[in-house]
């Protein structure tokens, strides 16, 4: 099946920092992914969508210009957390449909990068 | 996409079959019933998805009621490693290019 990385995988900053998190697919072509955010015991949440090429769209309540997107090939976008504070600290997952596995779709997930801001 | 119901958690013993139910009685007849799962520190796996056809593969069997109103996908011979949150998600099939919605799902814990 396909793949999706995502490095770092664990990353611990000092407040007032930025950290850039990459989510690439390996084995195929992505002209979107999903960036979800998950806190400790609960469930995963949508941040936003990345689209090859174009803006990405942020769910309500999620701060575009604090947490940058950029999806500049159809194997890679990365999540910046500008200026990270303590309250980010969070497991950040991405996403990625695929066209088809055989007769349906699947979406695809990555790891998971766990960020611990200090 | 319909909203599903899981029960928080359940505990299975290891060796036997886990049989995690899942209610969804405003499922539309174009939606698919999806089942992921997340073990601890990691990202969402696929399992299983079906429309009203039992379906089975090498991870799990899904079972759908006949009203398609509620569905139990059944790992036959659980062990410790398939203790993880699994998720009972409702949707469109071809949607690849749509966010997955996940609820709180049901915490499975296999115990020796």
């Known amino acids: 099946g396909a793949v999706v990385s995502q490095h770092p995988s664990w990353v611990i900053c000092k407040s007032g920092t930025s950290v850039k998190i990459e989510c690439r697919s390996l084995?195929?072509?992505?002209?979107?992914m999903f960036w979800y955010r998950q806190f400790p015991k609960q469930s995963l949440m949508l941040m936003a969508t990345?689209?090859?090429?174009?803006?990405?769209?942020?769910e309500q309540g999620v701060e575009k210009d604090k947490f940058l997107i950029n999806h500049a090939s159809l194997t890679l976008s990365t999540l910046t957390v500008t200026s990270a504070h303590p309250e980010d600290s969070s497991f950040y997952i991405c996403?990625?449909?695929?066209?088809?596995?055989?007769?349906?779709?699947?979406?695809?997930f990555g790891p998971g990068t766990r960020l611990t801001v200090l | 996409d319909a909203k599903t119901t899981q029960p928080t958690s359940m505990d299975c013993a290891e060796g036997r079959a886990a049989n995690l139910p899942c209610n969804h009685s405003t499922i539309s007849g174009n939606e698919y019933v999806y089942w992921y799962r997340q073990i601890h520190s990691q990202g969402p796996q696929y399992i299983i998805h079906g429309l009203k056809n039992n379906e089975t593969n090498e991870m799990a069997s899904l079972i759908i009621t006949e009203d398609r109103k509620s569905s139990t996908l059944i790992l036959p011979h659980a062990t410790l490693r398939d203790t993880a949150v699994y998720y009972c998600i409702v949707r469109t099939e071809n949607s690849g290019n749509t966010p997955l919605v996940f609820g709180k799902g049901t915490r499975l814990s296999v115990i020796a």
């Open positions: 996403s990625s449909g695929l066209g088809s596995i055989g007769s349906y779709n699947e979406q695809f």
């Open positions: 990345s689209n090859e090429g174009s803006k990405a769209t942020y």
């Open positions: 084995d195929f072509q992505a002209t979107t």
